[in-house]
């Protein structure tokens, strides 16, 4: 046999490296699985974070028995605390809106939006309401339905999820929408109260006539005199 052969016969035989060369192989794969793995088991945990805050911030607005802007900006700050470990910031954007039906509800007779407010993340470009802009009709989930009279707090949270690394062919960058949606528990809460610290900093925030606006001083106590009252209710409304 010449040598070549037995050579050949040699190589064909040695099983020397072939695990080096298997794992080689496979390490691109096993990379892509732990990749994927890791990926899409933050993108639950965020889509579950998300879906808490809008949860989360409806229910305490729902709490209320009148509710005002520097109400709101405190609790709409609850959204960085509540999506710890993750960043919310420039990811995210909170518009809450109080919705009210009047009369029986039917195609020509729709829930109105009352007020909205927006904030807790800097989210750039800031998204719109699929609820729907204040004074105008309601655009509510398929299958909700709201009776007369009836007022609810609505919740919609916007986070833009991004990958650990950019373009990884595993998963791609997406918007997260999420909504919460409670009945106030101690009253309609269809008028926001007159305190507006930066007016531009709300969307319809102080709405009502001047006695609704006063009334909601009174409960809070806080001014004392009519006089007061109303010059704060009219600087509110204009």
């Not at 990926?39 to 209320?64: F, M, S």
């Not at 969307?203 to 704060?232: F, K």
Request: proline share 5%.
């Amino acid at each position: 046999m010449s040598r070549w052969l037995r050579d050949i016969l040699r190589f064909k035989r040695s099983e020397e490296g072939i695990a080096f060369v298997e794992f080689a192989i496979s390490i691109p794969f096993l990379l892509a699985l732990l990749m994927g793995a890791i990926e899409l088991t933050r993108y639950i945990l965020i889509q579950q974070k998300v879906e808490k805050v809008a949860v989360t911030i409806a229910d305490v607005v729902a709490q209320a028995t009148t509710i005002t802007n520097a109400d709101l900006a405190n609790i709409i700050d609850a959204a960085s605390q509540v999506m710890q470990p993750y960043s919310f910031g420039a990811s995210g954007y909170v518009i809450i809106t109080s919705v009210t039906q009047t009369g029986a509800p039917g195609p020509g007779n729709l829930p109105k939006v009352n007020w909205q407010y927006t904030g807790g993340g800097t989210m750039n470009p800031a998204p719109g309401s699929h609820i729907g802009a204040p004074n105008n009709n309601a655009s509510l989930p398929a299958g909700f339905t709201m009776a007369d009279k009836d007022n609810i707090i609505v919740t919609e949270v916007f986070y833009n999820y991004t990958p650990l690394i950019a373009g990884n062919g595993v998963m791609n960058g997406a918007l997260i929408y999420k909504l919460g949606i409670y009945k106030p528990r101690l009253g309609a809460l269809g008028v926001l109260g007159w305190l507006c610290p930066n007016p531009m900093s709300h969307i319809g925030g102080c709405t009502g006539s001047y006695e609704e606006v006063a009334l909601n001083v009174i409960l809070r106590n806080r001014w004392r005199d009519s006089q007061d009252l109303y010059r704060g209710a009219m600087l509110c409304n204009g």
